[in-house]
């Protein structure tokens, strides 16, 4: 593997030790380990670091493009398009607040589906019943048929 690094040892070593965010510490710790040598190919990095060799070149690609603040610059999806509108949103939370309610998150897909033609998965709804919209289907649970009952 052919990575020029620009920076030295002792200023990865300094960096390594101020980093506290733990993605970024792994990205340099794979500059630092090839810099000194301790190893010597993406397979190795990944192995010594716990992770794909794949993200290693993906990291390694970044750095030779971007240099090290590029490397170190974790890209998020901040601006990503909400998947309901509100009025979408308020006439499920109207439906989730509804006595019947929905028995599962499946049935929540389902109803998302049918009704505004969406197909969204169903980690993205769980998201949106869950967390945005703070709802809980309360189901019961099937009790066993020779647990006695209770009471």
């Known amino acids: 593997m052919i990575l ?3 920076e030295s040892v002792e200023e990865l070593k300094d960096r390594l030790q101020k980093e506290t965010r733990g993605r970024q510490k792994q990205r340099l ?7 000194t040598g301790q190893a010597k190919s993406r397979r190795e990095i990944a192995r010594l670091l716990g992770v794909g060799k794949k993200a290693v070149g993906n990291w390694l690609e970044r750095y030779q493009a971007e240099g090290l603040e590029g490397l170190l610059s974790i890209r ?7 998947s309901l509108t509100e009025e979408q949103e308020k006439q499920l939370r109207e439906k989730l607040s509804a006595p019947e309610g929905f028995p599962s998150y499946g049935a929540v897909q389902s109803w998302v589906k049918a ?9 993205t709804v769980y998201g949106i019943v869950r ?6 289907l ?6 066993h048929t020779q647990k006695p009952p209770s009471g």
């Open 138 to 143: 309360k189901v019961a649970r099937k009790s």
């Open 115 to 123: 009704t505004f033609g969406l197909d969204l998965p169903y980690p």
């Open 131 to 136: 967390y945005r919209l703070g709802a809980k």
């Open 76 to 82: 998020t999806h901040t601006n990503r398009a909400y």
């Open 4 to 6: 020029e690094i620009v």
């Open 29 to 35: 710790q794979a500059l630092y380990l090839l810099k």
